[in-house]
């Protein structure tokens, strides 16, 4: 009978150790979940701001191709429509329908 109290009570304690291993494994775990959420967070964040910083450049460049356009228009107006013309008489002889 006291063997069978000892071998109970080693199972007992045996469980409760595996159920605290289990315990500290799933902390572990979440920890390193919320770990790896904020390092994607941070990342998400990174291409983002770099996203952000090309979209303004682009803006200023084309305001500075637009700028330049029709600082070329005043300059020389002439010139300007006789490349209007050409470029709407090439555009229509490749759309036209034959």
């Known amino acids: 009978m006291a063997d069978a109290k000892k071998e109970a009570n080693g199972k007992e ?14 902390r572990d775990l979440m920890e390193a979940k919320e770990h ?3 390092a ?13 910083e090309q979209l303004l450049k682009g803006k200023h460049k084309a305001e500075e ?11 020389k107006p002439l010139a300007s429509v006789g490349i209007a013309f050409i470029a709407g008489f090439i555009f229509s ?6």
């Open 65 to 75: 191709l637009g700028q330049e356009a029709s600082r070329y228009l005043q300059e």
């Open 13 to 26: 304690q045996e469980l409760e150790a595996s159920k605290e291993a289990l315990m500290a494994a799933y």
């Open 36 to 38: 790896f959420t904020r």
């Open 40 to 52: 994607a967070e941070a990342a998400g964040l990174d291409l983002k701001q770099e996203a952000t």
């Open 93 to 98: 002889q490749l759309f036209s329908r034959r």
